[in-house]
């Protein structure tokens, strides 16, 4: 059986571990320790890194675990400096994970930082996943560091146009935040409302909210929802101009987002 569990790190970082109970291939470790002490508590072997861009958050952790467990590949963004990285992946890529025989599709995503990738494929079970790093989160997207409000739009609609079942895997645990942003957004949105007790409760528990599935976040985040009337209604309003192309829309989205 294959399974995906977080890894808490930091403050609110999730380091994903796709595991069959004996290998393990862990996404975005930004700290060496929790993953050494995971793999050793369950006698695992790690089998790969997955690096979704270089942020110190998601790769400082990479030196230590290859020291731990040398001759393991690492991919990374081919557009981005990753210390330790083995296989180089763009758009179009493939990686075949040494676990179930799974297959990854890369996307590229640059927006966050310039060579952002994500990762999306299907368990032996037929579940879709996507491993969305610092790009699409639950109920948000991520800050435009090195990118534009154009290229992160193009990055949602590719997530945009997979399978409503798909399972998100980000890497930050930012909901109830982004969350309060979006019912800002859409004051009338049921599903809002609806998304937030439900975290809520979750995070009352300690529990992580993610991951989320994607059909939901088309129902409930703003950088999802650019057609959606009353997002565009509240955001002009909020700008204080007419926004009549969906770029300058969620431009000012993000804009709005950022001094929330």
């Known amino acids: 059986m294959i399974e995906i ?81 083995t296989v180089s992946l763009k758009e179009g890529d493939t990686v075949s994970l040494p676990i179930a025989n799974i297959s990854l599709n890369v996307l590229d995503v640059p927006a966050h930082t310039a060579g952002h990738i994500a990762y999306n494929g299907t368990l032996p079970s037929g579940q879709p996943i996507l491993f969305s790093g610092d790009t699409l989160f639950s109920s948000g997207c991520g800050r435009l560091f090195e990118g534009t ?13 997979l399978p409503d079942n798909t399972l998100v895997y980000c890497t930050h645990e930012y909901t109830l935040s982004n969350l309060a942003f979006a019912m800002a957004v859409e004051p009338e949105n049921i599903d809002i409302q609806q998304r937030t007790l439900e975290v809520a409760a979750l995070r009352d528990q300690n529990a992580p909210s993610i991951p989320c599935w994607l059909g939901s976040e088309k129902k409930v ?23 009549d192309d969906e770029i300058s829309l969620f431009a000012a989205i993000r804009r709005w987002k950022d001094v929330f």
């Open 149 to 161: 409000a154009e290229q992160m739009l193009t990055a949602m609609k590719k997530f945009n146009a």
């Open 5 to 85: 569990l977080p890894i808490c790190a930091f403050s609110d970082n999730y380091i994903w571990a796709i595991t069959d109970h004996e290998r393990v291939v862990v996404v975005d470790p930004g700290d060496a320790t929790p993953v050494i002490e995971f793999i050793e508590k369950r006698n695992l072997s790690l089998a790969g890194i997955l690096v979704t861009h270089y942020h110190p958050d998601h790769i400082a952790g990479i030196g230590q675990l290859i020291n731990a467990y040398p001759d393991i590949p690492v991919w990374s963004p081919a557009n981005e400096a990753v210390p330790h990285s």
């Open 221 to 243: 985040n703003p950088f999802l929802r650019w057609d959606s009337p009353q997002l565009k209604y509240t955001v002009e309003d909020w700008a204080d101009e007419k926004l």
